[in-house]
Each structure stands twice: as C-alpha cells, then as structure tokens.
C-alpha cells in the first residue's frame, strides 16, 4: 500500500512537471526572458507610458479601465489625465483607441488585435521578443517584418525609439528552441541577438540596445499587469489566508487529537 | 458534544474524564470554533463585496459636469445622474422673495429632516455664493416619482390660489416649493434631496464635492 | 390532530422537542452523524468524501455569485468575464475559486474513486453506493464540459465543437442529433444560452439529488473500511458494532484537518498558481472564440484528457489489434476454462464476431465508442470483480500488479491527451487503451487467481494507535 501511494505520487509529479515544461516552452521558437517586478512601480508606469504612446493608437485595451491602471501603478489622477488619456475626458473609462476597427482593417488588412489579454494569450517572454524582433523589410507591405511573427501585418509602431534594424541571420534551433552553439555567437555594438535572430542596426534610435530591451521589459511587465490586474493583491492575500489556514489547521489537528484520546 | 458519546467498547464512558479533561476538551474546541469563525467571516467577505457597484457602475455614476453659465434667470434645466433628474434652476428675484412668504405652510422650513450637504441647508438650499441657483434631485420623497415644474407665480390647479411656485407631483399630489421643500399636510414627509456638487467656474460638478471651495 | 410523539429519541430543550414532534431533527442528527457508527480505521483516502462535498458546495456558492454577473449571450460572455475579473470587487477571487474548484472536484472525485476501488467500496452490499458514484462522475463531466464554454474563449468555442462533433458518428441520426445539440448550424449564442441554462440549474440539482442518493445508500449499508471486512457483524452488548465510532464528533473533528489540508492546497493555487502552468485555465481560452480559427493544438481541460486519449488512439491499427485479442481471448477462455462445451462454443462464436466487427467497422466510430465503454467500464467494476476479498491489504498479487500497470496507463493517457499527437503518442496511447480495457476485461481472471491472505476478525489500526 505505502509502494503504491508512492509510485502514484511519483508519477503525478513527473506528469505535472514534465507538462509545466511543456506548457512553457512554447515547442520549437527561442524566446528571451524580460525581468519583470510587479512591485517596480516606476517600471510599470514608464510601461504603461508606452503603451498609450505607442500602443493604443491603433489597438484597443478594452476591459481595462483608466481609473484603475493609475491606482494600481500609483500614478496620480492629474498625471493621468496629462500624461496618459488621450482618448477621453473620464477617468474611469475603459481604455480604447480612436481608432475605428474598419479604418484599421482598410490599413494594416487586420483589425488590431486587443491587448488586454495579450500577456496572458502569447505568455510575456513571447511578447519581449516579438516586441524587439521587428526588422526593415521592403519586399511585405508596411515595409517591416518581424522575425519571430513572419509576414506580421503590424509595421514597428517603436522604429523611433529602436532604430532601424536589419535582418542578418536565423541561427539554427534543437526542438526546444534552444540556439545550438551559442557560446559560439559573437556579437559587437552594431548586432543583436533576438530570440535566434541576429539582426545589424543601420539606422541608430533615440535609445540604445540595451536601453530599449529595458524599456520593452517595461512594457511587457505592464501588459503581464494588464492581463490580471488581481495579480497586484492575490499574493499577498494569499499569504495571508494561508498562514490562517495552517494555524487553524494546527487547532483542528489538536481537537482531533483531543477527541481521539476517547479511543483506544 | 463531549457528553454525546455512545457507550461503546470503543468510546470511554465521559464520566470517566476528569475535570481537567473536560476543561481542555472545552477550550481547545472553544478557540478552533472562535478561529473557524474568523475564517468564516472572511470567507464570506468576499462575495459580500462583489455584490456592491462594480468599476462599470461607478464610472456611470461618476460625477457630471454642465456648464450653468447658459442657464436663464427663471428657467429650469434637468441634467441626468445616477439615473435621477437633477433640476437645475435659476430663480429670479421674485421667486426668492416668494419662498419667504409660504414658510408657515412648509413641513420642514429648514430641512431640519431632509436630505442635503451641509453648505445647502439653508433657507434656500442653495449654496450661500451663488443663492438664486437650485441644485435639487427632482425625485419626490413619497415614493420617488418625478415632480412637475410649476414655475409661474399666481394661481395653479394644483398648487393653489396663491401659489408662489413650485413643484407639483403628480402621483399622489405632494406640493414642493422652489426650493423643494415640502408643503404640510400632503403624502411626501421631508424636502427632495441636494445631491453634492461643487462649481469649476462655469462648470457645476454634480456628484462630487471634494476640493470644494 | 393528536401529534404522534417520538420518544425513542430524547430532545434536549423545549425547542428541540418542539422540533422533533414535527420533523425528525434530533433523528436525522443522530442516525447520520451522532450516532452513525464508522469503522475506526479510516486513513487518508477517506477524506476525500467529504472534501467533495466542500468542492460542490464552493461551485455551487461560488457559481451563484459568477451568474449575478455573467452574461450568457456570444456577444457578451467573454466580456462579462473579464468585467468578473476586473470591475466586480473581489471578482476574480471567486472566478478563480470556481475555475479552479472544478479541477479540484476532479483531483477530489478520481481520489474518492480510487479508495474506493483499492479497498473494495464497490464490493457486495454497496454496489448502488458504487452505481450512483459513477453517475455522479458522468453528471460531473457533463457539468464541467458545458460550464467550460460558458467564457466564450476560443478553446471554450473549440472544444465544444469536437466534443459535441462526436455525436456524428451516430448513424443515420447523428448529424439531426448534434444540430439539435446546438441549436443552430454551428456553435452559437442559442447553444451558449442552452449550456448555460444545463449548467446553472439542471446539471447542479441532478448532482445535489444524486449526492443524497449516494449518502442515503451509504447510510443504509455502512460505510466499508481499508480492511474490507464487515464491522457490522461485531457487535457490543448495546448493539452498536465494536470496531464503530461515532461519525461525530471523531470523524467530522478529523475531516476539520482535511478541509484545512484541502483549503491550504486550493488557496495555493488559486493565489500563486491560477493558471496552473496552463493546465487550470488555458491560455487559449484568454482570446475570445474565434469560429474561423482554430487554436494550434485543441486539448481538453486535463481531468478529461485519460478519456480523449482514448478517442484520439482508436484508428485502423488499434481495431486490428482488438481483433486479434478477441479471438486469442475467446481461444483461451474456450482452452483453459471449465465451462460446458456449449458455453465454449458459445464464447468462440462471440470472439470471431467481436473481431469481423472490428475488422470491418470505421476507427471514427470506435473512437466514440471506445470512450463511452471507458467510462461504463467502471459501472461494471462490482460485477467484474470476482476475488473473495474487498481491501487490497488482503488481495492476491495479480489484482495488485494489474490495478499499479492500469493507474500508471491511467496516468499516460491522461498526460498524452494534453499533448499534440505524433506517432509514438499515438502508438504509447494505443497500447495504453489496450491496458486499459484489458484491467477490466481480465478482472474476472485475475481477481479470481492467487492467494489472498487470511481476513483479520477485527479492524487493524493505523501506526499511531
């Protein structure tokens, strides 16, 4: 019986393991970790800063609310209101671009998608990388392509910031999206590496590499917070409820032991 | 339940318990109940706090904002807000001298039991800047229909020989003067209410005072 | 009108007594907690009963709570969720309490079954206990799988349109059936307004009114123990059974320390994990159905998956398979048994015809058929299990090495339904379905071969007594 209980153990805990990795590795597209801190609030606010710059004039955050980003991220009502609404007077209005779906639909052949949901849709190392692998493509319609979304209807809406960048190579990949060789990749100030692509910048932007990597990092933590805001209280009511739990578990354990001295 | 088992092979006689047994038996079962109980009350928390308004609900009843500069002497505008009229009205010189005449005829001269903010509980109920201005729910306070504008001076079918002006509803014929309050001797018992508002120049914010000057 | 006074049963206050003349309060109390008598030997599997009774009543609060907030309309569904999470205060503490309380239902009812199966709870005089059990496992399924489209996600979309796709195969009738399903040429509001109305009211009151047939039955019987021997038999000079304790206040105090248990596992994940790596809310189902594209890889929710592997192995390879083993086993069984010559004759025929109809029949169909038989397999366990003992403590080795390779099979399925299919999964899922059939097609041989060992008279109790 004890044999059993453990193979059965063992085995639930191989299954969940083995399908947490499967979950997460996305099988066969190399993706870059951000650094993400919900408690970063300056992060977060130079992410949500972006985003309504540069996001939400085409695409909709339509289950979010204004009123609710700024109390989250700590950011003043009269900030918000200069710095961050751009599509409405009230506050508490839900977050939606000015743009008609149509109109974008005639532009880019698609209706942006919404991005509310996005970081919990594409998973936000998803979303780094594609954030970060636009490149100058003259042969596709907008001009730019993106190598980890080929043939992306989506021009880079953040070239000012970037710079131009150009595509040199796809480096090649195991199953698992790992680069093979990587310690062998050598790359000077002009290339980067996104995801396995390595692109040449031929147009410097307004930030540099490592600066615009950290403020797509920005970004990205902002969308992840877009996707849930609870994320911001459930951990920490979680423990709390569960350092109730484990003393009124110790009380039951007690009573029951109390209880059971009746038995012999 | 210490007292509820069965004589049973299994189970001791209670009896057979010492005080002190019984003693520890009542307190660890008290304080496992008292903490169960804390749980409890803050299981249900939770879903005692989803059922009041939502962020949907509190951004439609978010304060309205109407430019008052455009209003008449003597005429009378409704702004909705949280689902009620708002009245809005510009009394003249006229209708001002008139409700100090019908006071003895009024249930509740100085809003004594009725509903507004402090800076309205006056004579007028009005703010004491800017008197000739009514700021007024036109709910009635019987059982919440909508009253009619009454807003000529003299005689009225419904409001009397004499009337001064007012509001008449036409439900169960309560009587309102210009600034709401109640006449005697009809079903509505206290004045209609002023909900809260503030001005931002020629802006009234209704539903929302703070910062008020 | 004379009240009829029940005296066998002292009321303790004026109240009660006033109560008891005109409902059996004080009755019910006694003969279903207070007086209940349980075997002493319950060990950890046993908690597992009342902890799906917790989980049905967490869905059942929590689910009334969701539907005051909820729209059941396409064009609304997928936003009313998010308004749940976002705008509802505490929303998305009781959105994720129902999603994740569904997979807990399923953690909680396979544990539940498994006891009951290693310790024989099925066995001779319980099998109706058993019988509306497995009803309740169907009802479940039925409720989770119509609860699942209800957010309107793509997977939510999808899903339902394989699953209620199965019915095709039915001949003749079946594509009338899986309109009639939907209410409309595809998956549509009237099918989202239908499920949720099978959700919300039908689907919750079967399960409630089965799960007092199961406690009443239960009652009726005795609850069985992790020695499978009867404490009934055994009584004191009072009557009541030497090995039984009162179910109150021993078990409920012991099943406090499960709910806690259960409750510190539930919060856990409902606060850190809600997600679960994908496997509690999956992250297709965070875009909104999208009739014209499908998601990259359609899986169901993971307490389904064991069954949709089944689906999924049955092609022209696994029937050829089946084939053969109805003969090999209509052969052995003719060879090696006792049984009159007609008998033989009889079980022969029925093997050559079991295997031209699987031979000449569509792997489609048997998909279907195949995961129904999954699930009605286990309606069949009492009759199917033939050794003179209940509990595993007592059984022969072949019962044990069976039940180990059927859970571990168990086990494969279920982790290969929440994969994309290739040709070794299909072909491991294969030989896992053939396991599994074949654990409950043999049980009548291998529980009936070996040496059990001797019953004890009395219960053993645990190490710590």
Known sequence: ?264 | MADNHVSDESVQHSDENSVEDIKRRRFITGITAGFGAVGGAMAVTPFVMSMSPSERAKNAGAPVQYDYSKIQEGQMVKVEWRGKPVVLLKRTPEMMQGLKEIEGSLADVMSDQSIQPEYAKNEDRSDPAKPELLVMEGVCTHLGCSPVEKLAIGPDPQMGDDSQGGFFCPCHGSKFDLAGRVYKNVPATTNMPVPPFKFEGNVIVIGDDVGRA | MAIHRHDNHKSANGFMKWMDDRMPVTKVWNEHLAEYMAPKNFNFWYYFGSLAILVLVIQLVTGIFLTMHYKPDAALAFASVEYIMRDVPYGWLIRYMHSTGASMFFVVVYMHMFRGIIYGSHREPRELVWLIGCVIFVALMAEAFMGYLLPWGNMSYWGAQVIISLFDVIPYFGPMLTEWIRGDFVISDATLNRFFAFHVILLPLILVALVFLHLVALHHVGSNNPDGIDIYEELDENGHPKDGIPFHPYYTVKDLVGVCGFLIIYLGIIFFFPDLGGIFLEKDNFATANPLQTPPDIVPLWYFTPFYSILRASTDTLLQFFAYSSVIIAVAAALLTKFEIKVKAGILVAGIVAALVFMNSSGKAWGVILMAAAIVCFFLLPWLDRSPVRSIRYRSWPFKVALAIFIVAFFILGYLGMNAPTPVKTLMAQVCTCIYFAFFVLMPWFTSIGKTKPLPTRLTMPAEH
């Not at chain 1, 992306?152 to 190579?169: D, K, N």
């Not at chain 1, 195991?174 to 060789?181: C, M, Y």
């Not at chain 1, 990597?213 to 609870?230: N, Q, R, S």
Request: glycine letters at 6%; a negative charge.
């Open chain 1, 1 to 264: 019986m004890k044999k059993l209980s453990t193979l059965l153990v063992s085995i639930l805990a191989s299954i969940t393991l083995s399908s947490t990795a499967f979950a997460a590795g996305g099988g066969g597209v190399t993706l870059d970790e951000p650094y993400i801190n919900m408690s970063d609030k300056a992060s977060l606010q130079n992410g949500a800063k972006l985003f309504v710059n540069y996001c939400l004039s085409c695409h909709n955050a339509e289950y979010a609310r204004y009123n609710r980003v700024a109390e989250d991220l700590e950011i003043p009502l009269y900030q918000l209101k200069q710095n961050l609404m751009f599509t409405t007077d009230k506050e508490g209005d839900l977050m939606k671009t000015t743009m008609p779906a149509e109109d974008a639909k005639d532009w880019f052949g698609v209706t942006p998608p919404d991005l509310t949901l996005v970081s919990r849709v594409r998973k936000p190392n998803w979303v780094y990388t594609y954030l970060r692998a636009f490149y100058r493509d003259d042969s596709s319609p907008s001009g730019w392509d993106n190598s980890l979304f080929e043939k992306v209807a989506m021009p880079h809406a953040m070239y000012e910031l970037q710079g131009v960048q150009s595509l040199v190579e796809r480096l090649p990949i195991d199953a698992s999206g790992k680069i093979i060789d990587k310690d062998k990749v050598e790359l000077d100030e002009n290339h980067t590496l996104v995801g396995n692509a390595i692109f040449e910048l031929s147009h410097p932007g307004e930030m540099t590499p490592a600066e615009f990597d950290k403020a797509m990092a920005d970004l990205t933590g902002f969308l992840v917070y877009l996707a849930e805001p609870a994320i911001m209280k459930r951990k920490t009511i979680g423990v709390y409820s569960i350092a109730f739990l484990l003393i009124l578990m110790g009380l039951c354990y007690l009573l029951k032991k109390e209880y059971w001295r009746d038995l012999h």
